[in-house]
């Protein structure tokens, strides 16, 4: 009989499930409409830990504690850079070694082509046969071509990761979405407060403490899954743009009639708002482009011009 257990994974923040035999398809069915993939490198099912894979987990397999350790924001993006630059130097491998049997096997084609003098009929089911055999090793060798093109152009994606994800605007975009998701989380946490006020109101007679404590933890639990777990993020993604030297601009920075540089157009600060200024361009028809709201984040480290 199959022993089925599984684990929290801390460094992937994840479930997984192993299995000393394969399991039947009806857990494999469940398996996966539960969100559960298959790793055939580690022989395991992993999804991301939620209460209902949870439950369901331990519904069909014994739970045998935790493995790895749980891992900073900062250490995941370094072990996603390496595992970046890994998988990049074995897809480039990969692309050599399979673009060289794909030469091989064009040459072999060649060589047995050669043979048969331009024009010549075919003599024979023999004679057919072998035109055969070289046509189907043509066709494996451009099959390999392409595949020896697909690693290529792995190998590209992954080493072009790390200049992907640390790009200085998606990085400036990725922290304004992450404050947007702590200040809807700071309106929810106040509709979480009234709720619970409320509850209190109607327990005044005689206060369930126990009601009261559990939805204490609860609010507790919840900010701090939906508030402090961005905040690393942000300081993260900031500490990023601080290291790269860029100037990130802010509504103190500038006043009314400051002389600006915008994409290399010269312009006047007209109003300054909360996350943009608004210019007026010493070029009329920039101005006609209704383009005069320029975001703080998409203003270049040199942004203020000489008067």
């Not at 559960?36 to 949870?54: D, I, M, N």
């Not at 996603?80 to 630059?85: D, E, R, W």
């Not at 990761?161 to 998606?170: A, M, P």
């Not at 998701?181 to 126990?210: M, N, P, Y």
Request: proline share 2%.
């Amino acid at each position: 009989m199959a022993k089925i257990t599984w684990n929290r994974n801390l460094e992937h923040e994840g479930l997984q499930l192993q299995s000393s035999e394969k399991p039947s398809q009806d857990i494999i069915n469940q398996l996966k409409a539960n969100g559960f993939r298959w790793s055939p490198r580690q022989k395991l099912w992993y999804a991301k830990e939620t209460s209902y894979r949870v439950e369901f987990l331990s519904s069909i397999a014994a739970y045998e504690g935790e493995v790895g350790e749980r891992l900073t924001f900062a250490e995941k993006m370094d072990a996603k850079v390496k595992h970046a630059a890994d998988r990049s130097e074995r897809f480039e491998a990969l692309a050599e070694k399979t673009h060289d049997k794909a030469n091989q096997l064009h040459s072999d084609a060649e060589k047995m082509a050669s043979v048969i003098p331009f024009g010549q009929p075919i003599h024979g089911a023999t004679d057919r046969n072998y035109r055969d055999k070289i046509h189907n090793k043509y066709g494996k060798a451009f099959e390999t071509f392409d595949k020896a093109k697909d690693f290529e152009h792995k190998a590209e994606t992954a080493s072009d990761y790390e200049s992907r994800v640390f790009n200085l605007g998606t990085t400036l975009r990725r922290i304004k979405k992450l404050e947007a998701q702590q200040r809807s989380c700071l309106l929810d946490s106040d509709r979480h407060i009234v709720r619970w006020e409320t509850a209190l109101q109607r327990f005044r007679a005689g206060i369930d403490k126990e009601r009261w404590d559990l939805l204490s933890r609860e609010h507790l639990e919840w900010n701090e899954r939906h508030y402090d777990a961005p905040q690393e993020q942000i300081d993260y993604w900031k500490s990023v743009v601080a290291k790269s030297g860029h100037k990130v601009w802010s509504p103190s920075d500038f006043k009314k009639g400051d002389r600006v540089s915008i994409r290399g157009s010269k312009a006047t600060v007209t109003k300054i708002n909360k996350k943009t200024i608004q210019v007026k361009y010493d070029e009329e028809w920039i101005n006609n482009l209704n383009v005069t709201k320029v975001p703080f984040d998409e203003l270049s480290q040199a942004c203020k011009a000489e008067v």
